[in-house]
């Protein structure tokens, strides 16, 4: 009995809006209390109509009523509260800002349960009972609670649109069957969600079938990621196997050399000193001899000299022959210039070796080749942005714009001296590197000659006037020669003539690992020039050749 007086209590003492107890309690001219914050806030959204109502009773005020404080009820309150009296608690069925009000409550509006497509109305549970427990509201279709149920009555004829005019895909009602949409193609709305449930069940297992068949693909990519992770980690195993034991190798193969040098230096150095010390024996000997004779030589008596001479010894044999005095002595000059042809070798072997590695891990590719672009803007999805390298500029050479443009001049240009640079012929490379896929234009202007558009490996010839360092004459570059009346392209010296009008702009597309090169007329469509299908064994260069005086070409900015 307690606890229901109290709940009394506390529905008494609650703010009819923020339904918690009261706070500065204020009465409105028709009786209702509202905590003072509450109410003027709720007024304050009603100024701009111009009217101001009561939350409760819904009663009018075309004037801002001025509140009045209950002195007494706050008084209530505080006794209240010291007798344990708490905020109301909220109740779960009122609706609230986010949810669909029942048609039928008066005064607070509960939350709706279902809404009725016939009545178009929507029902809290308590008004909802008739709808379940009434056979005259059976045929009725309930469904989840929806604050769009006006839309579904006719503007013109104000009766709820039951039908569904397929001739102007617009749903209608009745009346409008028969006058404005008279020998249109109608159905009821019925069968015409029912025609439409069934697409949309088509499309769901379209789209269901997609995910499977998606799932399925991602599956294969995770698979594929891990095998390809699998095998170059085991590539990466192998190599640092393989190259430390060609290094032991190759250390084993020093020491041996070292240690038979050695062994030779050692053998000859004791044959050397061997006839160091018999030649220094004969050198002493001959000088005894000689000591000896000039004693002989200086004795005065003629009978002495005479009686002595005889007894003088031979001379013997001569240890330092004539052969050995004109034969240069054995070095190890020969063994250093094999060595260092082995070397040579090797370095070509790496060489070559190391392009073909390079060449077979770019070879590797676990998806398909996506198609090549069509249109310019397909292109543009791969622009890449193009400088020239002031270090490999021919000195008659000028560039400007941020070293994107390049013109041919009578007079040469101060460059310092640099390895990377053309020396006899009027080119530059671009400073980036391209790999991938890459797509970027030159505008070319020709004066007394042409501009060839190119692209290169690095290592083509910068020096002398040979064919190697001509684009297109060797195995390095290929080239697009645009004049002003004709393209030909250049590959290794074979010249292919190339038909179509000539364009200001030339489009060039490259998929490096694809092996395309592929250039391109750019005059509003994208116009196929030449296509070339290879295998890049290097990073390559874009260049520019400008034999014509006054002829210019520039990479362009594309994003």
């Known amino acids: ?58 009663q ?25 009296l708490q905020a109301a608690p909220a109740d779960h069925c009122s609706a609230g800002p986010e949810d669909v009000a029942c048609d039928v409550c008066t005064g607070r509006k509960l939350k709706a349960l279902k809404s009725c497509l016939n009545c178009l109305a929507s029902y809290c549970e308590k008004h909802l009972q008739p709808h379940l427990q009434s056979a005259a509201f059976k045929k009725h279709k309930l469904v989840e609670p929806s604050e769009k149920l006006q839309e579904n009555i006719c503007s013109r004829h104000d009766e709820v649109m039951k039908m569904f005019c397929r001739t102007d895909q617009q749903c209608i009602c009745s009346l409008c069957s028969v006058e404005e949409h008279k020998d249109h193609d109608t159905v009821s709305a019925a069968a015409e969600r029912t025609e439409r449930q069934r697409e949309l069940g088509l499309r769901r297992q379209t789209i269901q079938q997609r995910v499977q068949d998606t799932e399925k693909d991602v599956k294969l990519l995770q698979q594929e990621e891990e095998a390809l992770n699998g095998s170059a980690d085991k590539a990466v195993e192998d190599s640092e196997e393989i190259f430390p034991e060609l290094i032991r190798l190759l250390e084993k193969r020093s020491s041996d050399v070292e240690q038979q040098i050695r062994s030779q230096q050692e053998t000859e150095v004791s044959r050397v000193r061997e006839l160091q010390e018999r030649l220094e024996q004969e050198i002493n000997e001959l000088k005894r001899k000689d000591h000896e004779l000039k004693q002989l030589s200086d004795t005065e008596d003629h009978n002495q000299f005479i009686h002595n001479y005889p007894s003088l010894s031979p001379l013997s044999g001569s240890t330092h022959s004539s052969s050995f005095r004109i034969r240069p002595l054995r070095n190890f000059e020969d063994v250093t210039a094999a060595v260092s ?65 390049v013109r041919h001049m009578r007079k040469g240009q101060y460059y310092s001296n640099h390895p990377d640079r053309f020396i006899y012929k009027p080119k530059v490379l671009s400073r980036e590197s391209l790999t991938g896929r890459c797509y970027w234009e030159v505008k070319v202007k020709v004066g007394v000659g042409g501009v060839d558009v190119a692209v290169t490996y690095k290592n083509i010839t910068r020096a002398g006037g040979s064919d190697e360092c001509i684009f297109g004459f060797n195995d390095k570059s290929w080239s697009l020669s645009c004049d002003r009346n004709s393209y030909c392209f250049y590959y290794n010296r074979i010249k292919t003539p190339v038909s179509g009008p000539v364009s200001s702009r030339v489009g060039v597309y490259l998929d490096h690992s694809a092996g395309v090169l592929s250039f391109y007329r750019v005059s509003g469509t994208m116009t196929l020039l030449h296509r070339v299908q290879t295998t890049f064994t290097q990073p390559l260069y874009a260049g520019v050749w400008v034999y014509g005086y006054e002829s210019t070409a520039e990479f362009c900015k594309l994003k």
């Open 341 to 405: 042809q082995v070397r040579g070798r090797l370095q070509d072997i790496l060489s070559e070796t190391e392009t073909q590695i390079l060449q077979i891990v770019s070879q590797v590719d676990v998806l398909l080749r996506q198609p090549e672009p069509e249109t310019r803007a397909d292109f543009l999805k791969y622009s890449q942005e193009i400088t020239m390298d002031r270090n490999t500029t021919f000195k008659h050479l000028l560039l400007s714009e941020g070293n994107r443009k």
């Open 60 to 84: 009018t005020f075309t004037t801002r009523p001025v509140l009045e404080t209950s002195t007494m009820l706050a008084d209530s309150l505080e006794e209240l509260k010291k007798t344990g």
């Open 1 to 58: 009995m307690a606890q229901q007086e109290n709940h009394l209590d506390r529905e008494r003492f609650s703010c009819w809006i923020c339904e918690d107890l009261l706070k500065d309690p204020v009465t409105t001219g028709c009786g209702h209390s509202y905590c003072k914050s509450c109410i003027n806030t709720h007024w304050d959204k009603e100024e701009e109509r111009g009217s101001y109502s009561c939350p409760q009773c819904r």
